[in-house]
């Protein structure tokens, strides 16, 4: 059967909101009148999550799919996850804390029914704490100037795929991703559109800060060598300045004598070009550490198993993979 839509959810200890996105998710997508699928993918949770998933597979197996993972791999790895097991025209990515709300898929549905082949998405009066909307402006800008991708709101998880778009992103095989950027880059037609935010039904954010600072390295570093040239720059900019500092204090020293006025200005010079190596240091370890990551091949996630219906079976037959047959499906893509 074609078909039209397939709605990618990552979950990760989400016990608390299931139940209620369930209430609202599917209803949304049957008012669609689309022929669609919902693949979640359980992201090692610790709680009840996964039996939640499975009991929700058994009531509606017709367009349910549960993709289990063997431990914790990360947000977009689960997406890529999903992309992977993903047959519709278009892919929708949500959130299953409820702060985007389900109701949003059928405008991203039109829009892409507009002629384009990627729709970002930007929150309407951001429901999330001052600290957390400052640092995504200030990161959206510093990006935008790095790798030249333009999307308004880069933290907003509800977004569409073409299925173009999809594709290209399944021959990817990056260890490290930022899953709407690296779409970004081979959609033809992107575009954006305000969408609506609530509050969190229940539990916790999954990104601490660390969490959203090693996410914007990730982005800035797998997009773009601009820090690199930077600091390149900036090291020549320096060691001409250390090479006119060097001149000018031997010139005092030929003229006056030995001084020692200077001695803390020397310090602190020092101090500050010891701060820059350091960076420079742990810059360039974070473009080696990706190369480290990606040549050992390894695979990015591991599948325990997926629920899913038999295509050509009857209603409520479950396909169980062997592990072995999983941990291949997760090391191909």
Request: charged share 20%.
């Amino acid at each position: 059967m074609q078909i039209d839509l397939s709605v990618v959810i990552p979950i990760y200890n989400e016990q608390a909101s299931l139940e209620k996105l369930f209430e609202r998710l599917y209803p949304a997508l049957d008012a669609l009148g689309l022929a669609y699928e919902i693949i979640f993918i359980n992201d090692g949770s610790r709680d009840r999550s996964a039996a939640i998933l499975a009991d929700q597979f058994r009531l509606r197996p017709d367009v349910t799919r549960v993709v289990l993972f063997n431990g914790n791999y990360g947000q977009h790895m689960a997406i890529l996850a999903g992309f992977a097991e993903t047959r519709g025209e278009i892919t929708v990515t949500l959130d299953a804390d409820l702060q985007n709300p389900p109701e949003e898929i059928g405008n991203l549905v039109a829009k892409m029914r507009e002629g384009y082949d990627y729709v970002g998405s930007i929150r309407r009066d951001r429901q999330d704490a001052a600290w957390r909307t400052y640092a995504s402006r200030a990161m959206n800008r510093l990006r935008e100037r790095i790798t030249r991708i333009h999307m308004t709101d880069q933290g907003n998880m509800l977004r569409a795929y073409g299925r173009n778009v999809i594709d290209l992103i399944n021959q990817c095989s990056e260890v490290n991703t930022f899953v709407p950027a690296l779409a970004y880059t081979f959609a033809r037609n992107p575009t954006e559109i305000v969408v609506a935010h609530e509050e969190r039904l229940a539990g916790e954010s999954k990104y601490s800060l660390y969490s959203l600072i090693r996410l914007n390295f990730d982005l800035v570093t797998g997009f773009s060598l601009v820090p690199l040239q930077f600091f390149s720059i900036l090291g020549i900019a320096l060691s001409l300045l250390s090479a006119g500092l060097f001149f000018l204090l031997l010139l005092r020293r030929l003229l006056f004598g030995a001084e020692v006025e200077g001695v803390f200005t020397l310090f602190a010079i020092s101090f500050f070009l010891m701060g820059v190596i350091l960076f420079g240091i742990g810059l360039v370890g974070e473009y080696v550490g990706r190369i480290y990551e990606q040549v050992r091949g390894r695979p990015r996630f591991v599948v325990q198993t997926i629920l899913q219906q038999e295509r050509a079976a009857g209603p409520g037959m479950q396909s169980v993979p062997h592990a072995s047959q999983a941990a291949n499906r997760g090391a191909e893509h």
